[in-house]
Structure formats: C-alpha cells, structure tokens
C-alpha cells in the first residue's frame, strides 16, 4: 500500500466549476503536508501548505482531518488555467526527513 | 533568480554507461534531495542530503551515487545506466524546518535503450 494515495483521476471538469480532490496517508508519524501542483513536463511548484485549522488561499482551500489521516483541496471557480496535475505531499517524521508524494491528481477545465 | 539549477534537460545513454546528472543552488539551503519520476507513481526519493558532507538514502538508491562536497552542489552519478532508469529526474533544495518549501530543479529527462 502506498504511504500516500490519491486518485489519479483524470477530473474533467467546465470552467467555473469547483472541484475537490482527496488524499489518504498510512503514517500517523506524518508531521506537515502540502499540495503541489505540476504543469505537463515541469516540475513541481508548491501550491500551499495545510494547517490542522483548515487554510483558504484565494480560490482554493485545503483541509487536514488527521483522526482519519485525510487531507483535501477545493478549487472554486476553475479557470483553464487551473489545468495541471496536483500532488498531495506528506512530510513524515521517521527520523529521516524526506517529503513523500501522492502519485498526483490531474485536472483538465474544460472552455 | 536561478533557485534550483539542474543539467542536463536531456540525455540518451546506452546500457552500461556512467553520467552525472548536475544540481546547484544558490538559496544556502542546506537540505538537498534527488527524485525520479515514473509514469503513475509520483516522485520517489532516490538519495538525499541535510548538509555539506552528508548523504543518505532514500526510497530507491540502487544504482545511484551522491556526494556532497558544498552547500550549492549535489550531484547524481549513475554508476552503470540500465533501461529500468529511464524516468524524469528532479533535484529539490529546502530548508531545515518541516514546513518549508521544496523547491525544483526542471527536471532531467533520461533515456537509457
């Protein structure tokens, strides 16, 4: 079983639309987590941090539950420009700092 | 604003040729890592470093070395490239806290035939 799991979608989704994505995580050692987002042959790009709180970064808003070892990511409003595939990333505390990657989420917004 | 600077972008090896893929980075980070990617299974951490002299493994290190001399450069020697290595390659730089940013290079991709 992965450590990170996402569903690798793709999510075809109308301009405007907002669309959710999950992540399930194995490792309750899990000490920050993160949403990157990867453009087609790029590299990642940090897209925001998630807090236990819950955080809102313009159109976008991640959510960490980490009783159920979940963590999510709303988009309001897609744009095309939206369109990319994003990574759920984990940063689990084993004595060997190293972020863990989902196999990522991509996303295509439709004119 | 060079960040992460990774070289090659592109390489064709033939099966049981050495290369060492480049990274430097000019933000004094003192975490450095190296990643593969391979098609619907995300990045894997090959091997990583916390500080100038210090290396260890990550994930999937077999046939890989790293070294790190410098604070700026972390280079990825394949010792004997074989097909099973070909994927995109990132190297990432961040900070000490557990909540710091990665930052990437753009990525190598390699073909090994």
């Known amino acids: 079983r992965k450590e990170v799991e996402q569903d690798p979608g793709p999510f075809n989704v109308p301009e405007g639309a907002t669309v959710a994505f999950n992540c399930t995580y194995s490792?309750?050692?899990?000490?920050?987590f993160f949403w990157y987002r990867q453009d087609c042959r790029k590299e990642p790009k940090l897209l925001m941090s998630?807090?236990?709180s819950g955080n809102e970064d313009g159109r976008f808003t991640a959510q960490l539950n980490r009783a159920s070892q979940y963590i999510s990511l709303l988009i309001r409003d897609s744009k095309l420009s939206d369109s990319a595939t994003y990574l759920c990333v984990v940063n689990f505390y084993t004595g060997r700092r190293a972020l863990t990657f989902g196999s990522g989420t991509r996303l295509q917004v439709q004119p | 604003n060079a960040g992460v600077t990774q070289t090659p972008k592109f390489q064709v090896l033939k099966t049981g040729q050495s290369m060492t893929l480049q990274c430097a980075q000019d933000m004094n980070h003192e975490y450095m890592s190296w990643y593969r990617q391979d098609p619907g299974m995300g990045l894997r951490l090959i091997h990583y470093s916390v500080g100038a002299g210090i290396t260890d493994q990550g994930e999937v290190p077999n046939g890989y070395n790293v070294s790190r001399s410098t604070t700026e450069d972390f280079p990825l020697r394949l010792l004997s490239a074989a097909p099973s290595q070909t994927s995109v390659y990132f190297c990432?730089?961040?900070?000490?806290?557990?909540?710091?940013?990665?930052?990437f290079g753009q990525g190598t991709r390699l073909t090994v035939v």
């Open positions: 998630v807090y236990s």
């Open positions: 990432a730089s961040s900070g000490t806290a557990m909540n710091t940013e990665a930052f």
């Open positions: 490792n309750s050692a899990s000490q920050s």
